[in-house]
């Protein structure tokens, strides 16, 4: 989809910078992807939050966690 904005000169010349990218457009595309990869992952983190288990850990050591609360 073709869009026009208006991106600060001197913002995007430091985001071309860092980046390394070519061109504008690869550094736009960059910059979406990694906004809605960190706002996925801020909503996965809040799911594991309400949930009641640690997924990180070993089959074990939920074993003897639920060993623990009888």
């Not at 061109?23 to 996965?44: C, D, F, H, P, W």
């Amino acid at each position: 989809m073709a869009t026009t904005v208006e991106i600060p000169d001197e913002l995007l010349a430091e985001a071309l910078r860092l980046t390394g990218l070519p061109t504008k457009k690869a550094v736009i595309n960059l910059a979406m992807s990694e906004l809605v990869q960190g706002y996925r992952q801020r909503e996965a983190l809040a799911r594991l939050k309400r949930m009641d288990h640690n997924p990180f850990l070993t089959g074990d050591e939920l074993a003897s966690d639920h060993a623990e609360a009888r």
